[in-house]
Nanobody, 115 residues
Framework: QVQLVESGGGLVQPGGSLRLSCAAS????????MGWYRQAPGKQRELAAI???????NYADSVKGRFTISRDNVKNTVYLQMNSLKAEDTAVYYC?????????WGKGALVTVSS
């Protein structure tokens, strides 16, 4: 079992920045990838960024150049630094961890970009 707890969401103006954190606990050694997904109102959940064991990173085209995913292996925490935020980035952001055959999700962190 893996437990994920997100933090860092909130309200920010367009052009602003936020950093999301996801603390993982449980069977950490079994995690092969961790990422951030987001779900905007009325839309399907989509991948924002993912970091794979070994260091490979992928971003959705919509966030490339603005978002940065990173991982602190000592703290078992994954971060999503979000810069130059736009109204269309408004969504609930979910942390995800993948192990052999299992997907784990956090409860989500709401990010609202509005003036």
């Amino acid at each position: 079992q893996v437990q994920l707890v997100e933090s860092g969401g909130g309200l920010v103006q367009p052009g602003g920045s936020l950093r999301l954190s996801c603390a993982a606990s449980g069977i950490i050694f079994s995690i092969s990838a961790m990422g951030w997904y987001r779900q905007a109102p009325g839309k399907q959940r989509e991948l924002a960024a993912i970091i794979i064991r070994g260091g490979s990173i992928n971003y959705a085209d919509s966030v490339k150049g603005r978002f940065t995913i990173s991982r602190d292996n000592v703290k078992n925490t994954v971060y999503l630094q979000m810069n130059s935020l736009k109204a269309e980035d408004t969504a609930v952001y979910y942390c995800n961890a993948v192990t052999d055959g299992m997907n784990y999700w956090g409860k989500g962190a709401l990010v609202t970009v509005s003036s």
